[in-house]
């Protein structure tokens, strides 16, 4: 009897605390620590303390040397499982951490929307709209990059410059990408593929049947879906261009008969006429 209460006990113990672990992984960990008192000056301060000014903040003071206030208007990440898990972050939007902005209105868009006007998150916690995200790892298009360097005239704004950064904060895990020249291997951001379910692979099929590949659409060209699976997905792009390729030879033969015909059909053509006029000279 008073095994079976232990045993139970125990069990509920267990559960309960992989429970609390899953949802609340923080509980028990001590939160980093955030200015209370404010210094009369600083050497540097960073105003947002989003993507960018999280990683500024943090590069700046690793020089000892210097004095670094990180300024934040929304409140701490800590220990709320919406920031952690990625598929929450759907519950931040048009919360107190989201700063909720709406676009103007605009002829002819948002028909199905409040008051006609398109809704648009921005983060407003430590961590910025990194926080709220679904975290899939997408660059921004190289050819803005490109445009924003020719329009400001600094060519540091161009891909081939931003991609020397991009590859330093990367820390790819993804076999068969992770050597590629556009990717780095010692970052601090980790990227992997996520476990996704057979809808995503039906989206991956249905953007193939119409003509875009399954790649790395970080790398040289951003058209097209990622997504586990690329020797499969591979092995379907060589077997297309090999299909497409007989295609071709196919309809080439097929001109070249096509013009063969046409050329025995003219010779007779002339035969004829030819023969018809020997016929009215004998005549
Ligand atoms: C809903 C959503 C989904 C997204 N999904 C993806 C995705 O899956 N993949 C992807 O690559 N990108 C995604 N993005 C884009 C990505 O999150 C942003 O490009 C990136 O976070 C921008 O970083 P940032 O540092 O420029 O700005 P933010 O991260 O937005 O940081 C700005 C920070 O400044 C703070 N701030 C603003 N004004 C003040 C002030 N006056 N004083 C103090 N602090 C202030 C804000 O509160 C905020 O924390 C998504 C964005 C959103 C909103």
Do not use: C
């Not at 028990?28 to 301060?45: G, H, K, L, S």
């Not at 040397?65 to 800590?78: C, H, K, N, R």
């Not at 990194?130 to 660059?139: L, S």
């Amino acid at each position: 009897m008073l095994n079976s209460s232990v045993v139970k006990l125990s069990v509920f113990a267990v559960l309960t605390a992989l429970a609390v672990n899953l949802f609340y992984p923080n509980l028990f960990r001590r939160e980093p620590p955030v200015a209370i008192t404010i210094n009369a000056t600083y050497d540097f301060i960073v105003v947002g303390g989003g993507a960018a000014g999280s990683t500024l903040a943090a590069r700046l003071s690793e020089n000892q040397d210097v004095t670094v206030l990180l300024l934040e208007a929304g409140p701490s990440d800590w220990g709320n499982p919406i920031f952690e898990i990625p598929a929450l972050s759907m519950l931040a939007l048009d919360s107190d951490v989201d700063w909720a902005y709406t676009t103007e209105r605009q002829e002819g868009l948002f028909k199905g929307m409040k008051d006609e006007r398109s809704v648009w998150p921005r983060g407003k916690v430590l961590g910025g709209s990194g926080n709220i995200n679904a975290m899939v790892a997408v660059r921004g298009n190289q050819h803005d990059y490109d445009r924003w360097a020719e329009y400001t005239g600094d060519q540091t704004w161009n891909y081939r410059h931003v991609l020397s950064y991009f590859k330093k904060m990367e820390d790819m895990r993804v076999e068969g990408i992770r050597d590629s020249a556009y990717h780095g291997k010692d970052g601090p951001l980790t990227i992997n593929w996520i476990n996704s379910g057979p809808l995503a692979q039906k989206l991956v099929e249905a953007g193939q049947d119409l003509g875009f590949s399954n790649k790395d659409y970080n790398g040289k060209s951003m058209e097209g879906t990622g997504k586990e699976n690329e020797e499969k997905d591979e092995e379907e792009e060589k077997r297309k261009q090999e299909e497409e390729k007989v295609d071709e030879r196919n309809e080439k033969e097929e001109e070249i008969e096509e013009e063969e015909k046409q050329r025995v059909q003219e010779k007779e053509e002339v035969e004829k006429e030819k023969g018809e006029q020997e016929e009215e000279e004998e005549e």
